[in-house]
Nanobody, 123 residues
Framework: QVQLRESGGGSVQAGASLTLSCAFS????????LAWFRQSPGKEREFVAT????????DYSDSVKGRFTITRDNAKNMLQLHMQNLKPEDTAVYYC????????????????WGQGTQVTVSS
């Protein structure tokens, strides 16, 4: 199985940029998709972005499209989320997730999760 560990969260002002990282390890020889989800207090965990094993396919939620970019480097076992023009509504705990096979935006299709990293955006 793939193990995941996020880092890079923090507190920033609106309009700032921030990059989250997710180091992956374990059974990485099989092709697996990666994704970012986020959860705000009192809300359900929601899809943010996903990327295929070789990076050829990416999908984004409408709320982050054009502001966030998901990338992965399999040689370095690293997934990243590059966030620009952050807004207070981006405040959440961000989780990376993995599944063997193709990308999907469905939370329940991802069996492997990291512990999360907090992002706080103030106005």
């Amino acid at each position: 199985q793939v193990q995941l560990r996020e880092s890079g969260g923090g507190s920033v002002q609106a309009g700032a940029s921030l990059t989250l990282s997710c180091a992956f390890s374990g059974r990485t020889s099989d092709e697996f998709a990666l994704a970012w989800f986020r959860q705000s207090p009192g809300k359900e965990r929601e899809f943010v972005a996903t990327i295929s094993y070789r990076g050829g396919r990416t999908d984004y939620s409408d709320s982050v499209k054009g502001r966030f970019t998901i990338t992965r480097d399999n040689a370095k076992n690293m997934l990243q989320l590059h966030m620009q023009n952050l807004k207070p509504e981006d405040t959440a705990v961000y989780y990376c997730a993995a599944r063997y096979g193709s990308t999907t935006t469905l939370l329940r299709q991802y069996p492997r999760w990291g512990q999360g990293t907090q992002v706080t955006v103030s106005s």
